[in-house]
Structures are given as structure tokens and as C-alpha cells.
């Protein structure tokens, strides 16, 4: 899953010209221009160099050390043979391939583009246009500090070959002694998975005691971008049949590259209603490991179909005869006699995201296929058997002070899948006889025909089923304020709010709100009442893609406003309210037609007129003293009549 991930929230409070603030929100008193920015990439969205020298034979090109390997489409469109060996791993043990091993680039040039180039940049872009963002508004470069990693090892390899939780802790630290204040976590898809297992593997590293003041000092807030709390159905997809990522390779071979990755099954999709055994409490005892049970399943489990989940994630067609592979040889692929299946029927079999998550389901393929004895070696050496934690189990909400979950919905998003033997070679064993999708509240297969099953209130953001998204709902106290508004610049006209809704353990938060068909909206979830010193909330974005989410300048403006919100001295809430929104940048404002001025009157203005063979182009920017306030060089009054202008600090919708 690729994800570009923005921090434009960090640009006004790491901005010099910010003053303290002395708001209650996050308690964080001290001057906001010392806050730092870390960013957690996710998977596949950071480069991988080589370390090695690897001629390839039949090319031209070779690989020579710190060349690009993720991503160089030109080699591995050349070589692709070559390309493969930087990037397997030996799937018992994690090691590079004898001939050719890659490292993960550091800096944030790592994490702009996978493939930098005049047709492959854009392409390939994950960060780049946010950190342009950062610039284009004045943030120091030692602001903004990612943290890149070896998206194909597990977490336990991480720590064991590279030391990366080590580091990321080291960073923390470091980016307070050099900012002078806490830091804010941003994290998307896979690096929401690995900022858990830090914040795990950090209690085995500082006595109890002080773990929440370390994370006080350290961690202002954090915002999780697409995270996959209860895992995505993609990913067994990925195990079974490949993902190409967009590439020009076939399946079989992007499968052979996944099924060596330790951090593929990650993502697996599991079950809410079962948890591990407590390793950490473990930790300080004299725990036997020969005792250990994987999961523990409340009732919720056995009552419930599909283990909470819209479907069965995988249902699946074994041969009856005894004998008969899934995985045969090309010399027996040629002598198939198709008669022999007469003497039996296949058997298909379904399997729920507990099954798969436990190993069940690549038990019951094991002798059908030869990638499965991998996998199981894998799920139960560097996933059940994790000293420091089992991530296939559901989430608590983490001990910060300030979290914001945020994904997109009512997109089209893959839940389940059909296999049958497909009578070819491995890694091609397999073929996909059908696909379920959930759609904004309905099951349809991939032919267009209704499914039964539990669908979600919506549907995911086209790769994180809804399910899985909205999980972080449960981080929501017990009762919750939610607002539902466009997501363009509007002027609170069409603005939905329902007050101290109930919420309920376990179950989902459904407004009673109205939707226009053309109208994409934002939804927020904000704690009514909070834990003291403690406040979460949820924002479900219409229509935002998974791997292009934070790209959104949707997504930017409300990080940027709810930041300003949280420094202004007059704030008497916890949230910005939603009660209107206008243009933040010149790209914003454009030249209104059919009024013949530029749109928004009160925030642009008309500055210039052109003629090019007797068309005119009419120029709208931002009016001047805001464009100076963006950048920093406007006075506190016209900052605090910014906010009364723009309806930021009213009182009729402040919670």
C-alpha cells in the first residue's frame, strides 16, 4: 500500500512567529513554534539503495552500491532478474539474497518520490508535494523529521537487524533537546502498525513509571492517516494470487516477491472479538513459553458471523483427490487428463479473518500449496510468538494525549475473495474466480450481484475495508459530538451537527444526517467528554483513496485550522468548529464567471488582467494581509480578525 503522507499541520505551529498559548486542548502550554513533525512512512513508500555490486548479465544496466531498487522501473523493466534478487528475502530467516542485498534510504528525500524522474516523479510521488507545502509557508528544515524503514521485515527483524525502534526513540528524544518541544506523530497505513509496536516496545525500555511521562514530554499528538486497525483483506489477496503495485510484472512473480517479505502478513485481517496473551505483563514473570495460547476469543466470536467482518475474507477450492496438487509441474500440467476430476467434486472451503489470522487457513492449504509452510512459519515466529507483541490483535487506544484517526470512505473497497486451482505452475496456482466488494452499505460480487453478509454503515477507502478503518471509533468516549459538513469551501449554510450522541463499546457511531448526491462531505466524531487531558476524534473523508488521501488539500486545511485552533488564546474549546470555510492559498481562489468577480470576495482578490488573442485571463489571489499572514509577517490583530472573519472562533459552534 502506498502512502503519501502530508504534515501541513506542523506549518503554523513550528512557524517562529506563533505565540505561546495557554489553550487547555492537548495541555500543552509551552510555544508551539518547538513542536517537530516525525513522519512514519508505510508500505512501499520508502527507497531502497543497494549495497552491493550485481552484474547483470543480457543488460546493460547493473546495480552498483546505493543505486536505486525501489523504485527503478528502467532496471526493472531490463532486468527484471536482477531487480529481484536486490529485492527478495530468505523467508525463514530474513536475509538478503547472496548476491545482492538493499537498505532502506534515509532523510526525507527518501520518502518525496520512489522513482525521481521527469515522467516517473509524478508517478511515483508519495511526499513531495506536502513538504512543498512545508516550504512554500517557512518551516525550518530540522522541523520535520522522517523516519524511514525496511517496509518488507517484520518488527522484531527491524529492531534486530537495523535497531529502528532504538532510533525512532533516539529521534523523539533528539527532536526535543533541538526543538525545545514535544513532537507530532504522523503515521499512514503500515506506520500506524509500526508506531503501535513502538509505543509497545517502549515499555520493556523505560520502567513503568515513567512510560506515560516519557510519552507526555515526547508526544504532543498524533493523527492516524488510513490505518488498518483490524488488518485489509488485500493482503491475503497478496499472499495467494500477487499484487503488481501498479508495476509491470506479473502476479505470480509480485507474489513471490511478497511471500518473502516478513512484513506481509502485517496487515493480515483479524478478528476484534480475540486478543493475546499479555507479554508484557509476562515480561516481569517467569512465563513458559510451552504454555502459551495465541488467542482468546470472547463469546462475541462464536455468536457472530464472519468474525465481525462483512464476509468471509477468503473461500477457497481444494482438489478431492487425494494427491492432486494446486502446484503441479509444467510436465504435469502437460499429461493433465481433465476425466479424472469426473471421480470428484473440489471442496471449497471459507475461512473468517480469525481463521486466517490463527493459521487455519494456510493449514488447510498446506498440501495444495508450497508457499503456505512459509507463511505459517512466519505467522508464528515473528507474529504469535513476538516477545514484545502479537500486532494481529485489535487495538486499545494508545496513551497520548492528543489522537486524531482520519480515512476516507463510500469507495468501492475489495472484502473478500474466490479461489480455485488454476492447474498451473507456482507461484501461478491459483486463479481468482470472484471478488466481493462492499459498497456504501451493500455486498455486490464482481459480476454486480447482491451478496449477503454484514456490510459496515459505508463502504472503505478502496484498499482498508470500513470495518477495519473505523475501529478507531471505539478510542471515542461515551458520548460524542459530530458534525457533518462539505468538503469545499462553503459558508455554513449546509452544516449538520447532532450533540452528545450515545456511543456505545463495539458498536459503530451512525449520524442521522442527510447526504446531496453531489456533494462530497467530511464527517467528524469529537469526544463530547474527554478523559482529562485526553481527547480524540474521528474524521471520515468522502471519497478519499487510500494511497492518495493526505494529498488531499481537504485533508491539509482542516489539520492546518484545527492546529491554529488549538494556539489561539481566545479558544474556549477543544475542536475547531466547522462553521465556515474559505480559501488558505492563491490556488484556492479562482475567477467566478458568471458573476464576473472572483470567488470569494471577502478572501480574494482580482489583481491582474492578461490578453492572449483576445482572451482574457483574470487572475484571483488570496487579499494581501492574509497572504502576508500565511507566511508569517502579519500582526496579531489581523490574525485574531482572521479568525472572526472566517467563522473559525464562533461561539454558535464551538463545542
Not at 141 to 161: F, T
Not at 220 to 232: E, I, K, N, Q, T
Not at 318 to 325: A, E, K, V
Not at 376 to 405: E, M, S
Request: charged share 20%; aromatic share 12%.
Amino acid at each position: 500500500m502506498r502512502e503519501p503522507i502530508s504534515l501541513l499541520l506542523f506549518l503554523l505551529l513550528i512557524h517562529g512567529a506563533l505565540h505561546p498559548s495557554s489553550v487547555t486542548a492537548g495541555d500543552f502550554t509551552g510555544d508551539y513554534s518547538k513542536l517537530s513533525g516525525i513522519i512514519i512512512p508505510g508500505f512501499a513508500s520508502t527507497q531502497l539503495r543497494a549495497w552491493s555490486i550485481l552484474d547483470c548479465p543480457y543488460s546493460p544496466l547493473d546495480f552498483n552500491p546505493l543505486d536505486l531498487v525501489w523504485l527503478d522501473t528502467t532496471k526493472l523493466l531490463s532486468a527484471v532478474n536482477c531487480w529481484l534478487k536486490c529485492m527478495l528475502l530468505d523467508p525463514y530467516n530474513q536475509t538478503d539474497h547472496p548476491e545482492c542485498k538493499s537498505r532502506p534510504d534515509s532523510g526525507l528525500s527518501a520518502i518525496t518520490e520512489l522513482d525521481p524522474g521527469y515522467i516517473t516523479g509524478p508517478l511515483s510521488s508519495v511526499w513531495k508535494e506536502w513538504i512543498k507545502w512545508c516550504i512554500e509557508f517557512g518551516i525550518e528544515p530540522n522541523a520535520i523529521l522522517a523516519v524511514p524503514y525496511d517496509w518488507r521485515l517484520s518488527a522484531s527483524k527491524l529492531e534486530e537487524r537495523d535497531l529502528y525502534f532504538h532510533q525512532l526513540k533516539i529521534t523523539f528524544e533528539t527532536a526535543l533537546k533541538l526543538r525545545g518541544g514535544p513532537s507530532i506523530v504522523f503515521a499512514h497505513s503500515l506506520g500506524n502498525h509500526v508506531f503501535r509496536y513502538f509505543l509497545e516496545w517502549l515499555k520493556l525500555e523505560i520502567p513503568p513509571k515513567k512510560y506515560i511521562q516519557w510519552l507526555d514530554e515526547h508526544i504532543h499528538a498524533y493523527f492516524a492517516v488510513g490505518a488498518p486497525l483490524l488488518g485489509a483483506s488485500e493482503t491475503v489477496k497478496g499472499t495467494l494470487f500477487g499484487f503488481t503495485f501498479g508495476l509491470p510484472v506479473s502476479e505470480g512473480t509480485a507474489r513471490l516477491m511478497l511471500n518473502s517479505f516478513g512484513s506481509s502478513l502485517w496487515m493480515m485481517p483479524f478478528s476484534q472479538h480475540c486478543r493475546a496473551d499479555n507479554l508484557y505483563r509476562k515480561h516481569f514473570s517467569h512465563w513458559s513459553r510451552s504454555s502459551h495460547q495465541t488467542y482468546q476469543c470472547d463469546e462475541q466470536e462464536f455468536r457472530q458471523n464472519y468474525s465481525g467482518w462483512p464476509t468471509n475474507i477468503i473461500n477457497i477450492e481444494i482438489p478431492s483427490i487425494p494427491g492432486m496438487d494446486a502446484y503441479p509441474s509444467v510436465s504435469e500440467v502437460a499429461q493433465t487428463n481433465l476425466s479424472n476430476m469426473e471421480c470428484g467434486l473440489p471442496t471449497q472451503l471459507s475461512f473468517s479473518a480469525r481463521e486466517i489470522s490463527d493459521g487455519t487457513l494456510f493449514k488447510a492449504i498446506e498440501g495444495y500449496d508450497p508457499d503456505s509452510k512459509r507463511l505459517l512459519y512466519q505467522l508464528q515466529k515473528l507474529y504469535h510468538g513476538d516477545p514484545v507483541l502479537n500486532p494481529l490483535t485489535p487495538w486499545d487506544r494508545p496513551p497520548l494525549k492528543n489522537i486524531f484517526c482520519i480515512y476516507g470512505i463510500n469507495i468501492k473497497t475489495e472484502v473478500g475473495y474466490y479461489f480455485a486451482p488454476s492447474g498451473k505452475p507456482y507461484p501461478d496456482n491459483w486463479i481468482m474466480t470472484d471478488v466481493i466488494y462492499e459498497i456504501e452499505g451493500s455486498l455486490v460480487s464482481r459480476s454486480g450481484n447482491l451478496v449477503e453478509g454484514n456490510p459496515g454503515a459505508a463502504s472503505g477507502d478502496e484498499t482498508v475495508p470500513y470495518h477495519s478503518l473505523s475501529w478507531c471509533k471505539n478510542w471515542l468516549g461515551p458520548k460524542v459530538n459530530i458534525t457533518r459538513a462539505p468538503q469545499s469551501e462553503h459558508d455554513g449554510s449546509d452544516i449538520q451537527v447532532e450533540f452528545n450522541v450515545e456511543h456505545h463499546p463495539d458498536e459503530d457511531i451512525v449520524p442521522n444526517m442527510t447526504r446531496s448526491p453531489r456533494v462530497k462531505y467530511i464527517t467528524y466524531y469529537e469526544d463530547s467528554k474527554s478523559i482529562p487531558g485526553r481527547r480524540t476524534a474521528v474524521w471520515e473523508l468522502d471519497k478519499a483513496n487510500h494511497r492518495n488521501i493526505v494529498r488531499s488539500p481537504v485533508l491539509m486545511r482542516e489539520l492546518w485550522l484545527q492546529m491554529w485552533h488549538d494556539i489561539h488564546p481566545d479558544a474556549k474549546s477543544k475542536f475547531v468548529t466547522k462553521a465556515k470555510r474559505g480559501p488558505l492559498r492563491h490556488e484556492d481562489c479562482y475567477w467566478d464567471y458568471g458573476k464576473a468577480r472572483c470567488a470569494w470576495p471577502e478572501y480574494c482578490e482580482y489583481r491582474e488582467r492578461l490578453r492572449i488573442l483576445g482572451f482574457s485571463l483574470r487572475y484571483c489571489v488570496l487579499n494581501f494581509w492574509l497572504s502576508a499572514f500565511l507566511v508569517g509577517g502579519i500582526h496579531e490583530p489581523l490574525w485574531l480578525h482572521y479568525f472572526s472573519s472566517t467563522g473559525v472562533m464562533d461561539n454558535k459552534l464551538n463545542f
